[in-house]
């Protein structure tokens, strides 16, 4: 297995545009998990998604930011309009079963915004 | 409120020394306990975690980890360190608020001298 594939690897955009970040899970993962990662605040979960359901989105900083699963194998996040404070670098997870298991990550998106 | 503390930013060691990156938890119950270590430019890889039974558990690579509940600690240990163990290290405790949840520690640098 490949392992979980994001695209792109770097994104660099001006504020105010959409910005739209992919994730290919592990095939028969049921969880996905998107965190973002920040020197200011280190990792912190986005939402997670249990069989392309979301379950928690608590973590979603602002109404900019929404994701997305229409199946098992794909899955987005959208800020719309980006700015900024929204540069990190963005993962995301799969697992089996939710966090009890090992979460394999994939090697991330380092989003840039102007 | 759950948290996890890693108090060393960085740490800088020789090669074929010891090793020992310190994490401790604050948790209402018997907490899942996990190591992650992030290459440079990667994402983050599971090396062991900690649900139950024997409080010494073995990982990936060579490391290890001990679970003291008395000092709500979960440090990780490696008797010999390599070059290519030079990475981010990164504690996690979870599930939280009922959610399939981790809350990942600040992160500890590691540099290895050769």
């Known amino acids: 297995d490949a392992g979980v594939i994001q695209s792109p690897r770097h994104e660099v955009t001006e504020m105010g545009q959409e910005v739209t970040l992919r994730c290919k899970p592990i095939?028969?993962?049921?969880?996905l998990f998107w965190y973002r990662q920040t020197m200011m605040r280190g990792l912190e979960l986005l939402i997670y998604?249990?069989?392309?359901?979301?379950?928690?989105d608590s973590g979603m900083p602002e109404d900019r930011f929404s994701a997305k699963m229409p199946n098992a194998s794909f899955s987005t996040l959208k800020i719309q309009p980006s700015e900024p404070r929204d540069s990190a670098v963005y993962f995301c997870?799969?697992?089996?079963?939710?966090?009890?298991?090992?979460?394999?990550f994939g090697p991330g998106t380092r989003l840039t915004v102007l | 409120a759950q948290s996890v503390t890693q108090p060393d930013i960085h740490i800088t060691v020789s090669e074929g020394a010891s090793l020992e990156l310190r994490c401790n938890y604050s948790?209402?119950?018997?907490?899942?306990l996990f190591w992650y270590v992030q290459s440079p430019g990667q994402g983050l890889q599971l090396l062991l975690k900690?649900?139950?039974?024997?409080?010494l558990v073995q990982g990936i690579k060579g490391f290890e980890a001990e679970f003291k509940r008395s000092q709500s600690s979960f440090n990780l240990r490696k008797p010999s360190v390599h070059w290519s163990d030079a990475a981010e290290y990164f504690c996690?405790?979870?599930?939280?608020?009922?959610?399939?949840?981790?809350?990942f520690g600040t992160g500890t640098r590691l540099k290895v001298l050769a």
């Open positions: 948790y209402g119950a018997t907490p899942y």
């Open positions: 900690y649900f139950s039974g024997d409080t």
């Open positions: 997870a799969s697992s089996v079963g939710g966090s009890y298991n090992e979460q394999f």
């Open positions: 095939s028969g993962h049921d969880y």
């Open positions: 998604f249990n069989n392309n359901v979301p379950i928690d």
């Open positions: 996690a405790v979870g599930p939280t608020s009922g959610t399939y949840k981790y809350i």
